[in-house]
């Protein structure tokens, strides 16, 4: 599943690349050839996938000719990059010493000029003569006589089209400042994975770091630089991190891992190793194939001292590192009853998350709770910053200045346990009414105060290690898994139901009830109107008429029926006797037709 | 009719949502005071076995009381059983997850068996509010709007910013109540343990003793069961891609909820 996300994140990441900053660059694959070799020119855009470049670069005494064009993606740590790269080749007509000029380039509607390169080409004699004139690799550049276009062997000789050394293709390396640390210290460590930058590489998951017994940080992103070692530049990605044991012992933490991909040149299938179809895929590597790496560094031994228990105070609370104390009263004056807030610093370096609060001293007539706290980081990592507790205080008696505060924590440079204190600070405070948890902790017979479990945790006396008072009881599961919510669930879903269903049944009725309801009373209203005969001829035919339609089924006879009364109707509508009653004997034809019977004696 | 039944029927099924207050054992209150007493004293051994006592009271048959399991854990700490104290504190705050006390003591009695106190979004949500108050209030709004949109759209005109308000609430209501279940460790932790073997247990690769090592966990860490085997249980120490997976013996462990809470 997270492959797939990768992979389409690689698709789709090219959407918003046009944001990227575009970036002109240009290298030549060697700055020194002999003469009947050729050299290949790299201008690479990043930040685009389109640019604007010249088929030819005028230089005297050379050709430079645009041959192909490539598109790279880079992803790194699921950033993603892309770069064009432009191949030229570098053709000498004569030795000497030039100076490729700057290329203009246009991309993402911006110009941009290419920086000027040094180049030279010496006699090749010389050349093979010279056993300090290059690298080992360059010995295949030397031409056997008679060859035509001798440029192509420098094809071979290119670095993208070899099949690289995997031992430099990418390695790590692991850097932990100590080696022997105290359990709970904190100490950065810093992991570096190179790769040639000649291939792409992309980055598949995270940075595998860690083992039983220490804590590594979360790795926040990686700085990306450059570094050339042993004549190759690598592309470096350094991770920085914090790594904490938790009990004494050695450690061998197994390398730190990273899992990637590395686009390689892929050798070319047999009768295609040839400089001619290399030079038409583009003077790039073609066929490419990506090879699953998973890049390690070495192991890292530690040795992880107990913290020692000669000299520990009373309020040591597992922090290690080094830290300064300050302290503050929020509300100094707050109003009788009311609590005030006294907030312990503790700055410096070291394991916060580790460390537990400080310890309050002169409290006497003072109510406290446990502290709330928060830190604020200075860095990313977290390792240095200032921890925030804040204090919650009520006078149980008229005070006048707060607690102190007490803070212990060891310091793994010294090897010693080192206690802060804070003076108690000015703080005008005075109790409000009684208290029942005052009052039962006054007695020290602790009563059972039957209240909800925030309610109690809150007024229960919170001196350290005291026990609390009253019971709540509390089901074991969550209401979800239990009967009643479901229940009640169900009761709300059939509720829902009948308040629907008696809403509709409402507004049905506002609006005289359903379609069938009100065709069946329009027929009885229309069946007693003709039957009663109460009204004149005209209304009657035009009852009977609308009577038919409604009633009687389809037929022939009906069609001949509804003819018959339309014709009567109009009759009696547009000529004369339409208003006058309907004679006895025409009632009870017109009733006898419609097989309806008469309700009142003609 | 319609109008005065549907009242009752909504909050009848509100009162069957929240928790069901049991009325208490007549001795259990004097019993526990009594343990309190004990502890406060000193006398961490005669308050343990009162506290063990209690939580076999029918009372605790289904439901729990934070206060007695941080209570049995600082009668533990003071007996110097850390990895059972633990165990305790984690079941108090199981059951009430804003306990600040357990919350302390928990943190001080994993930091001297060297345990990581766990800090992830949960514990921070559920230490401001606990999660069954997330979800019957989260319920209660979802449903108030799903009634709402039900009068309005048989009843009100249908305009468009009437209809959204009963939808919002819908969806926050519901979602708020998804949410606190999803942040209830309750509902995780029956499949969870606390490894309470005096030393540190061994895993193993299959579920025997001859079985290769794939390495140790120390008492007192908190372990998910992911199977059961007779008397083996395979266990994983996290979610996170380094946690460490293996066989144990299931005796070295205490499952955090067991059938017999008051007596393990």
């Known amino acids: ?602 | 009719m319609i109008k005065r039944i549907f009242p009752r029927i909504f909050t009848v099924s509100l009162l069957l949502a929240v928790p069901v207050v049991v009325s208490l054992h007549a001795g259990l209150s004097e019993d526990f005071a009594s343990a309190n007493a004990n502890l406060a004293s000193g006398h961490a051994d005669e308050a343990l076995s009162t506290y063990k006592t209690l939580l076999t009271y029918p009372e605790f048959k289904t439901s729990g009381s934070a206060e007695i399991w941080y209570n049995r854990g600082l009668a533990e700490m003071q007996t110097g059983d850390a990895v059972a104290a633990s165990l305790s504190f984690r079941r108090a705050l199981l059951l009430d997850p804003a306990l600040a006390p357990a919350r302390m003591e928990l943190a001080k009695t994993l930091g001297s068996l060297g345990i990581p106190v766990p800090t992830g979004w949960r514990e921070r949500t559920m230490q401001s509010i606990h999660p069954e108050t997330l979800i019957v209030t989260g319920a209660v709004i979802g449903w108030i709007g799903a009634l709402g949109l039900i009068v309005l759209l048989f009843q009100a005109s249908r305009k468009k910013e009437l209809i959204m308000l009963p939808l919002i609430l819908i969806f926050v209501g519901h979602g708020t109540s998804v949410l606190g279940t999803m942040a209830d460790q309750r509902r995780t932790a029956r499949h969870q343990a606390v490894l309470t073997a005096k030393e540190a247990v061994t895993l193993r690769a299959t579920p025997a003793d001859s079985a290769t090592e794939s390495g140790t966990i120390e008492p007192g860490t908190l372990i998910s069961i992911l199977s059961r085997n007779g008397a083996w249980w395979y266990v994983s120490t996290g979610t996170r891609s380094g946690a460490l997976q293996g066989w144990i013996p299931s005796n070295a462990a205490t499952p955090l909820l067991s059938s017999s809470k008051g007596s393990s």
């Open chain 1, 1 to 602: 599943m997270a492959v797939a996300v990768l992979l389409l994140t690689g698709w789709l990441l090219p959407l918003r690349l046009n944001a990227a900053d575009v970036s002109v660059s240009a290298e030549l694959s060697r700055p020194q050839i002999s003469q009947g070799e050729m050299a290949e020119l790299q201008i690479k855009v990043s930040g685009a996938q389109q640019a604007d470049v010249p088929q030819q670069i005028q230089a005297d005494g050379l050709q430079i000719r645009l041959t192909g064009q490539s598109t790279q993606f880079q992803m790194v740590n699921f950033k993603v990059s892309s770069s064009v790269v432009y191949s030229y080749i570098v053709m000498p007509l004569r030795t000497g010493s030039f100076i490729i000029p700057g290329a203009s380039i246009t991309a993402d509607g911006r110009q941009f000029r290419t920086p000027e390169l040094s180049f030279k080409v010496d006699d090749a004699k010389a050349q093979s003569v010279d056993p300090s004139a290059g690298p080992p690799q360059s010995s295949q550049g030397i031409q056997p006589p008679g060859i035509p276009m001798p440029g192509f062997q420098q094809q071979r000789a290119r670095p993208a089209q070899q099949r690289p050394d995997e031992g430099h293709l990418a390695f790590g390396e692991i850097n932990c400042t100590k080696k022997t640390l105290y359990a709970g210290e904190m100490t950065p460590v810093e992991i570096r994975y190179y790769f040639d930058a000649r291939y792409p590489v992309q980055v598949r998951g995270r940075v595998d770091f860690g083992c039983e017994g220490i804590l590594v940080e979360r790795f926040p992103d990686p700085k990306q630089t450059r570094e050339d070692r042993d004549g190759i530049t690598y592309n470096v990605l350094t991770f920085h991190s914090l790594l904490s044991a938790v009990k004494p012992g050695s450690l061998d933490v197994a390398p730190a891992k990273l899992d990637c991909e590395i686009e390689m040149p892929g050798a070319l299938p047999p009768g295609f190793d040839d400089p001619v179809f290399r030079q038409l895929m583009g003077g790039q590597a073609g066929l490419s194939q990506q090879k699953q790496v998973t890049v390690k560094t070495s192991g890292l031994h530690l040795e992880v001292l107990p913290l020692p228990k000669e000299g520990r105070p009373e309020s040591f609370a597992g922090a290690v590192g080094q830290f300064d104390i300050d302290s503050i009263v929020s509300n100094p004056h707050p109003t009788a009853g009311d609590p005030a807030n006294l907030v312990v610093k503790i700055g410096g370096r070291g394991n916060f998350k580790g460390m537990g609060a400080p310890v309050l001293t002169q409290s006497e007539g003072w109510r406290s709770y446990p502290p709330s706290d928060k830190f604020d980081s200075s860095d990313e990592l977290s390792y240095t910053g200032v921890k925030s507790f804040d204090f919650t205080l009520i006078a149980q008696q008229p005070q006048k200045e707060s607690p102190g505060c007490e803070f212990s924590y060891f310091d793994p440079i010294t090897a010693k346990y080192v206690s802060l204190t804070s003076t108690p600070l000015p703080l005008v405070a005075s109790p409000g009414g009684p208290s029942p948890a005052v009052s039962g902790a006054a007695t020290s017979s602790p009563t059972p105060i039957p209240s909800s479990g925030q309610k109690l945790a809150k007024n229960a006396p919170l001196k350290e290690g005291q026990p609390l008072s009253g019971i709540t009881l509390r089901s074991w599961t969550t209401p979800m898994q239990r009967s009643e919510f479901l229940i009640a669930t169900l009761a709300m879903l059939v509720a829902t139901a009948a308040l629907a269903g008696i809403l509709a049944y409402w507004k049905i009725q506002s609006q005289g009830g359903t379609i069938a309801s009100r065709r069946r009373k329009h027929i009885a209203e229309l069946r007693s109107l003709l039957t009663g005969g109460t009204v004149d001829a005209g209304s009657s035919y035009e009852a009977a008429l609308e009577y038919a339609k409604l009633v009687l089924p389809p037929s022939e006879k009906r069609d001949a029926l509804i003819s018959g009364l339309t014709e009567r109707r109009d009759l009696l509508k547009y000529g004369s006797g339409g208003l006058l009653p309907l004679p006895a004997i025409e009632h009870r034809k017109l009733l006898e037709s419609l097989e309806l019977t008469t309700t009142k004696a003609p």
